[in-house]
């Protein structure tokens, strides 16, 4: 099928991967670390903790069903996020005078992890019942300094433009990394769909940045042309863009592709990580970006 043949081509192990583990981290809103990892161990459980984080920890996936029914849980103490996701949030170099614009921000859990380290977090969701949700997310983990707004995020730079200190977009995509057997709702229409989509979304996202701001581009999809081409889009449309590069702590990841069919992007775009599924990480792909 196209969609194996593809994948096949940007890396073949990305199709024989397992997912073992699962991952959590600490809600500094509610409690530190040490409070958390104590309160896991009265009720069984010795995670552990990731190498680049000291919040960040994992369990074996048969744990993930008990862990939800803990006091841990059910108090909004951890949060349950793909490791992958993780690591892009905490790839941002947020201080604690920021203004950040999370611009596709439901279900909200990248949002949290950046109201932890910034000032003022603004959280953008277009679709109501999302919205709703993320801001229900928001107040049961106690993020009381998150704006939350129910717009189309392609519009956001004409109300706010060069406002933000760093801005994130996970963009939505064709979900290609949580395909797991059927496909039968992939297709190269939807990919090219998304695609557009993404293109609006990071030209309002780099609109809303400030001069000497910092960014990131993520998805949880493989397709090229949801990823390289939309930062080589950026790049064509904004001589003051720039790829930054990322310092990546662990060996599952590869590079942005330069030459895909017959397109060729800029150089740039190998600056890019693809992160590959292993162990709690998903696939994932994510871009660090200044403006200058």
């Known amino acids: 099928m196209e969609f ?4 096949k081509k940007i890396n073949p192990a990305i199709l024989e991967a397992k997912k073992d583990s699962f991952s959590f981290r600490i809600n ?21 903790k990731v190498d680049w984080a000291e919040d960040v920890f994992t369990l074996p996936i048969e744990y993930r069903k008990p862990l939800v029914k803990t006091k841990s849980y059910t108090k909004n103490l951890i949060y349950i996020q793909n490791l992958s996701s993780i690591f892009a949030a905490y790839s941002l170099d947020v201080l604690p005078t920021d203004w950040v614009l999370d611009l596709a921000a439901a279900p909200g859990g990248k949002s949290l992890i950046l109201s932890e380290r910034a000032q003022k977090v603004s959280a953008v969701e277009p679709d109501k019942s999302r919205f709703f949700r993320m801001k229900r997310n928001f107040k049961e983990h106690g993020a009381k300094n998150i704006q939350t707004y129910n717009k189309d995020g392609r519009f956001i730079y004409k109300s706010c433009p060069e ?11 064709s979900s290609e990394a949580h395909i797991d057997g059927e496909v039968t709702w992939w297709n190269m229409r939807r990919v090219r769909r ?9 030209i309002s996202a780099f609109e809303s940045l400030k001069p ?12 090229p042309e949801e990823n390289e081409e939309v930062i080589d889009f950026l790049l064509q449309k904004k001589p ?27 150089e740039e775009v190998k600056k890019c990580v693809r992160i590959l599924p292993k162990g709690a990480y998903s696939g994932f792909f994510m871009t660090k970006l200044a403006k200058l």
Request: proline share 4%.
């Open 194 to 202: 998304f695609s557009k989509l993404q293109k609006e979304l990071i």
């Open 212 to 223: 000497g701001g910092q960014m990131i581009y993520a998805t949880c999809t493989y397709a």
């Open 4 to 7: 194996f043949e593809r994948v």
């Open 240 to 266: 003051n863009a720039k790829v930054l590069s990322v310092e990546v702590p662990f060996a599952n990841y590869q590079e942005g592709i330069v030459q895909w069919e017959d397109k060729h992007f800029n």
């Open 28 to 48: 500094h809103h509610r409690a530190t670390i040490d409070e958390v990892l104590e309160l896991l161990q009265k009720e069984g459980y010795t995670p552990q």
């Open 163 to 173: 406002w933000f200190d760093k801005v994130f977009l996970d963009a939505p995509c």
